[in-house]
Nanobody, 116 residues
Framework: QVQLVESGGGLVQAGGSLRLSCAAS?????????IAWYRQAPGKQRELVAG???????NYVDSVKGRFTISRDNAKNMMYLQMNSLKPEDTGVYYCNAATMTQDYWGQGTQVTVSS
């Protein structure tokens, strides 16, 4: 049973920073096809923020490029999202995701609120 648990969310002022963590159990993160961070703002659809493939390729949604950094610690079986220069539009629930060819696994989400 794969379990993903996010932590690190909170309330921060615009321009501030947060670091989200995703702890995985029941499987090895680096073996998944893609591991990623998604977010869902109130009234909006869930969107991909950043992802890492099993081969190490990284991609970001345009709105966070240059501000967010996704990383993976294979030894700890953890994934991180360093978020700098936060903006009010970054507010939302952030979810950790791990995907195989046929299945998606999700964490419960962690709330990030950026005040102006």
């Amino acid at each position: 049973q794969v379990q993903l648990v996010e932590s690190g969310g909170g309330l921060v002022q615009a321009g501030g920073s947060l670091r989200l963590s995703c702890a995985a159990s029941g499987s090895i993160l680096r073996f998944f096809k893609v591991i990623a961070w998604y977010r869902q703002a109130p009234g909006k659809q869930r969107e991909l923020v950043a992802g890492i493939t099993s081969g190490g390729s990284i991609n970001y949604v345009d709105s966070v490029k240059g501000r967010f950094t996704i990383s993976r610690d294979n030894a700890k079986n953890m994934m991180y999202l360093q978020m700098n220069s936060l903006k009010p539009e970054d507010t939302g629930v952030y979810y950790c995701n791990a995907a195989t060819m046929t299945q998606d696994y999700w964490g419960q989400g962690t709330q990030v609120t950026v005040s102006s």
